[in-house]
């Protein structure tokens, strides 16, 4: 099936630090969708975007729908410990009524 | 309001076992998906269920697995003659309709012996 490339793979990062990663495709997409994982639980939807060049903020986070709809990425400001998690990205493919995730971008923030 | 719930939370099955898996996605929720995350993995989708149309099957690893979706709302994975490489947590996530934004449960995790 479609492929998405998530990176970074991981990130080790200092509490205050600001991150960010990103999503890329080779397909077009409707739809970019950012995930939290925390140990244990289901992924909770962190952000959606549904047109190219849309910039979205939720807290300290905020994610771009890329202008090609190829890619998309996801900034989190000022990081603390409770950002640990696993990030993952999901966008619905022009045709397709299900979406494609990214491997998944684990994070963890040093206190 | 209540979110997707997932049933049991954990389950422990020896090898050549079947199990049943439940999902109750949000009230309301037209698509249902099933997607398995093996330890350290991302997601990998299985099954879909959109309103009383025939169900995407494609992500189906094998002829072991099969689900239903009753009423258009509570939904059960089966796994039969369950194998060592089953052993991932499953998880179910409704949406509003396809493609929509997914909500998931805590999933459940299967172990087996």
């Known amino acids: 099936g479609q492929q998405l490339n998530q990176s970074p793979q991981s990130m080790f990062i200092q509490e205050g630090e600001d991150v960010s990663m990103n999503c890329t495709s080779s397909s077009i997409f409707n739809t970019w969708l950012w995930y939290k994982q925390e140990p244990g639980e289901g992924p909770v939807l962190l952000i959606a975007l549904y047109k190219a060049g849309e910039l979205t903020s939720n807290g300290r986070l905020t994610a771009q729908f890329g202008i090609t709809r190829k890619d998309s990425f996801l900034n989190i400001s000022a990081s603390i410990p409770s950002d640990v998690g696993i990030y993952f990205c999901?966008?619905?493919?022009?045709?397709?009524?299900?979406?494609?995730f990214g491997k998944g971008t684990m994070l963890l923030v040093s206190p | 309001g209540a979110g997707v719930s997932q049933s049991p939370s954990n389950k422990v099955t020896e090898k050549g076992k079947d199990v049943e898996l439940r999902c109750d996605p949000i009230?309301?929720?037209?698509?249902l998906y099933w997607y398995r995350q093996s330890l350290g993995q991302g997601l990998e989708f299985l099954i879909y269920f959109q309103g009383n149309s025939a169900p995407d099957k494609s992500g189906l690893p094998s002829d072991r697995f099969s689900a239903e979706r009753t009423g258009g709302s509570v939904s059960t994975l089966t796994i039969q003659r369950t194998q060592q490489e089953d052993s991932a947590v499953y998880l179910c996530?409704?949406?509003?309709?396809?493609?929509?934004?997914?909500?998931f449960g805590p999933g459940t995790r299967l172990t087996v012996t």
């Open positions: 996530a409704s949406s509003v309709t396809s493609g929509n934004e997914q909500y």
């Open positions: 009230s309301g929720h037209t698509a």
């Open positions: 999901a966008g619905q493919l022009v045709g397709y009524s299900t979406l494609t």
